[in-house]
């Protein structure tokens, strides 16, 4: 497993394709989005989604951890903003 091990469960959600982004919006000539909204489908059978919302480069999260998650960073990855 990567030394980041939330990296690395944001990009098993990646490769699973158990994320669905259901809202971009950029502002004029901004280079990345302002808002997005995603959900992430558990990896477990019957297990939760969870819903991922960014404003203003703010994350959070429905799961326990709030915005500091793989789930969110899942997002960042595919939207570009502020990925780490």
Do not use: N, W
Not at 33 to 41: F, K, L, M, T, Y
Not at 47 to 74: N, Q, R, V
């Amino acid at each position: 497993m990567s030394a980041d091990p939330v990296r690395a469960k944001a990009l098993a959600i990646l490769r699973e394709q158990r994320l669905t982004l259901l809202h971009v919006a950029c502002r004029k000539l901004a280079d990345v989005p302002d808002e997005a909204i995603g959900r992430v489908q558990s990896s477990r059978e019957g297990g939760a989604t969870y819903a991922i919302d960014m404003f203003d480069g703010a994350f959070t999260c429905t799961c326990k951890h709030g915005g500091d998650c793989a789930h969110a960073l899942a997002v960042q990855l595919v939207v570009g903003a502020g990925a780490r």
